[in-house]
C-alpha cells in the first residue's frame, strides 16, 4: 500500500507512466494519493489504476483492518 502525498503535482506524463510502472512492478494493491499529488496527477493515477486500487486519500479518510480486511472510507 502507498499512502500520503507523492509530491507528482508538476510531474511529466513520462514520470507519471514511470511511477506506475514501479508501483504495478512492485505489486502495489493500493494507492491512496493526497494534495501534494496534485489534481491533474491524482486523477492520471485514477484514471490507470482500478476502482479497487485507488483512493483519495484526505484528511477525514478511516482505513481499518478487522479479521485480514482492509475497509477504506474516503471522503
Known amino acids: ?8 503535482a508538476k510531474a511529466s506524463k513520462e514520470r507519471l507512466d514511470f511511477t506506475i ?3 504495478e512492478e512492485m505489486g502495489v494493491k493500493k494507492i491512496g494519493v493526497s ?3 496534485g489534481l491533474r496527477s491524482a486523477a ?4 490507470h489504476f482500478a ?6 486519500n484526505n484528511a477525514g479518510t478511516v ?5 485480514q480486511q ?4 474516503a471522503f
Open 44 to 47: 492520471y493515477f485514477c484514471n
Open 21 to 23: 510502472s514501479q508501483m
Open 35 to 37: 494534495h501534494c499529488t
Open 70 to 73: 482492509m475497509q477504506i472510507k
Open 51 to 56: 476502482e479497487t486500487t485507488f483512493f483519495y
Open 1 to 8: 500500500m502507498v499512502i500520503g502525498g507523492t509530491h507528482l
Open 63 to 67: 482505513i481499518t483492518f478487522d479479521n
